[in-house]
């Protein structure tokens, strides 16, 4: 008989995490379900000044926080995608890439995504030079000129912090000013890196394999401007133009206002019994962290009660879950959280695996990636681990000895398990990291029978190589997705690189965003990808 949830919350951003904190805290058992890895688009934002009572903290570091919290609270976590839902019956469905789960109530908390502009180069210059998130790719544009749109506190708050990498920052803004509050606006206005466009457009982005020309019109004057980088650099151009509701999946099922936000009432209650709407995903006057925190906390409060009620009613003798104790953090590499993922993943290997480091001739290369890879194997007894030099005759014609150093993952008999891992794996990456090895001696993970199919038909070789950054919040996704087809299918093999450490790859396919996927070393694909995506990609081969 499948799990029966008090709370399913779809989200994992401030609103979602608080709902599950406070869940968490009144003995209900909850899960959170997160297609990303954590944390929604303020994990992105690099500075969050104008939350009460902190003075100063990164976005990341904040829902890092929360997380860690709902954790210890007995919050269940699991990372996948929906893709359906079902409302129409008490006990409430919701259909994911690994599986279905069943709550008695459900918390959209789903967010946002960023809106296009459509002008002329946005879709073919799209992670080439075009991006729509500045802590992904800010790192790519090192003294080169960045073009920031929109006049919001978004595209203010991203300018400033594209500073640290362009030689200068261009805002092209369509207002007559900032919408955004007078002091980052400022802030913005008197930054000598910093050149401001108001009452203007972009018309288009042009270049060769890289975004190297934009141009823009002013609609006051009618003048139109094309700027083309010096000495044939290219350009890096940022849109930060709003953001739209994610709720395609509930149209037809939940009322919507006209732009596509849930309606509810002052208690989060969307017009159908047990589903709430909290965050940006609703109808709201202001869209802020300190509103979604509250969101979350109003609707889980009315869920309580609802449901209190309704074992009265019943006559359910629910059993009250007990705290989950979080130990204290030895010291390492490895944060709390990131302690307590890898024994709560390695618990679950059904049999040792072995990860086997190749080491470069580069001792500073090799120094962080030998400090991650011995902690691992000392944190579980279920991971054994290896160093090899590059020259050594076991080796040879084994494993590819490109990019080193590198972590080759091994099956239970000691073969290479085709993932190898040119980058080391830890922050945004650790967790897909942990899933590949779970994917080869652990639980199996639930997907659709339909894409299972699919996977098995895929009857050539085929060679993917997916660069990524440690600060990227969308590549694990894709990592993921990839590590899964490679754990079901003996044609497919993987490595993932970091591009900021192996120049080479970089530079060989002009890659200035992540995640960018090359696949048998010569078609390239750009973004977040899921499962079906990635599976639609390899089908074209």
Known sequence: MAKIYDVIVIGGGPAGLTSGIYGGRSKLDVLMIEKDNLGGQISLTDEVVNYPGMKKISGSELMKAMREQAKSFGVSFVQTEVIEVNF?????????????????????????????????????????????????????????????????????????????YGKKVHIIAREPEFTCARSIADKVLTNPKIEVSFNSEVLEVSGDSLARKIKTKNNITGEVVEYSSEDGENIGVFVFVGQEPKTALYKGKIDLDDDGYILTDTRMRTNLDMIYAVGDIRQKYLRQLV????????????????????????????????????????????SEEMLNLIKETTNKFKEEIELVLVKSEDDEKNKKILEVSEELGKISNKIKFKIYEAN???????????????????????????????????????????????????EEEKVRESLLERINKLDKKINVKIGVSLKCTRCPQTVRATQFIVSKNKNIDLEVIDVITHKEFKTKYDIVGVPAIVVNDKNLYFGQMNLEEMIEILEKQ
């Open 88 to 164: 129409s019956q008490d006990i409430k469905k919701i259909i994911t890439q690994s599986g279905v789960y069943e709550g008695r109530s459900v918390i959209i908390a789903s967010g946002l995504v960023h809106k296009k502009l459509n002008f002329k180069g946005e879709e073919e210059y799209r992670g080439k030079g075009i991006s729509y998130c500045a802590t992904c790719d800010g790192e790519f544009f090192v003294d080169r000129d960045i073009f920031v749109i929109g006049a919001g506190f978004a595209a203010c708050q991203e300018a400033l912090f594209l500073t640290r």
């Open 291 to 334: 509103t979604a925190v509250a969101d979350g906390a109003i609707a889980i409060s009315d869920v309580e009660k609802c449901l209190y009620d309704y074992k009265i009613k019943n006559n359910s003798n629910v059993e009250i879950k007990k705290e989950v104790q979080i130990e204290e953090k030895p010291q390492g590499v490895f």
């Open 392 to 442: 050594d005759e076991y080796l040879k014609d084994k494993i590819s000895l490109v990019r080193l150093p590198a972590l080759y993952l091994l099956d239970k008999d000691g073969k290479y398990a085709r993932i190898k891992y040119s980058t080391i794996p830890i922050e945004h990456e650790l967790e897909s990291f942990l899933q590949a090895m779970n994917n080869i001696v652990g």
